[in-house]
């Protein structure tokens, strides 16, 4: 029996976020140019994105390029630029037939004009879809999300609008750039690292982390599945015991 026969259907993790971490390394195994991994990293995107939509996952949020990222070559930095641009563009008819509702999160004031364009079009023309939400994390960087939440609620104390007294959990989960998803049941990510890697630090406090040495462009449906079955054979507890659950 494969993994998808065995997933329970009524404890499907709402939330998946996935860091997408490998691309790199594939095509360098494979004698090729950095580009050619992301070129298959997408594939392997198109390919979850539809599995999660199928099985019934509310929000799926991909780490796709992080603030760090732009200290990478500017050649590298240019390219993918242009690969999100194409992928957007040829992936927009997949997610309307799909019911695929697409966000950002993440600094999209640093992106290219043509870039942040094509995913604003792409934002606007899913909003009504009502299937899968499937949020791609661009120039993002968690350190820099609680910068600007402290930022904008430091402002609100500022004009009169809150009280110090009035912050709580609750405040700044409302000013995270999250705010109206559930925080992630489930964290993949590929490659064999063992981090965090800057991503969703506020969110994941208490999700279950899942970790395989499969690069992207391998990570496969089934590997995907029994990440989800892995994650159902678990006991969260949030700090209770075994026999407060």
Not at 99 to 105: A, K, P
Request: charged share 20%.
């Amino acid at each position: 029996m494969g993994y998808k026969q065995q997933i329970i259907p009524d404890r499907i993790p709402r939330h998946i976020a996935i860091i997408m971490d490998g691309n790199g390394r594939w095509a360098k195994r494979q004698g090729l140019a950095r580009m050619f991994g992301h070129r298959q990293g997408v594939e392997t995107v198109h390919r979850i994105t539809e599995a999660a939509a199928e099985i019934g996952i509310q929000y799926l949020t991909l780490y796709a390029f992080s603030t760090e990222n732009w200290n990478r070559p500017k050649e590298e930095v240019d390219a993918l630029m242009v690969l999100l641009v194409d992928t957007i563009a040829k992936e927009t008819p997949t997610l309307m037939r799909n019911n695929i509702r697409l966000q950002t999160i993440g600094d999209l004031s640093r992106l290219p004009q043509a870039t942040r364009s094509k995913f604003l079009e792409c934002i606007q023309q899913t909003s009504n879809n009502t299937g899968l939400t499937l949020v791609i994390a661009l120039s993002y960087s968690a350190r820099w999300e609680i910068i600007q939440a402290a930022k904008n609620i430091a402002a609100k104390v500022q004009k009169h609008q809150l009280l110090i007294e009035d912050i709580n959990e609750e405040l700044l989960a409302n000013h995270m750039t999250t705010a109206q998803m559930p925080d992630p049941d489930l964290l993949i990510r590929t490659s064999g690292e063992l981090r965090i890697s800057n991503f969703l630090l506020w969110q994941l406090a208490y999700s279950e982390l899942y970790f395989t040495s499969c690069l992207w462009p391998e990570f496969t449906n089934e590997e995907f599945y029994h990440a989800i079955v892995d994650y159902q054979n678990r006991e969260r507890r949030f700090g209770k015991t075994s026999e407060q659950i």
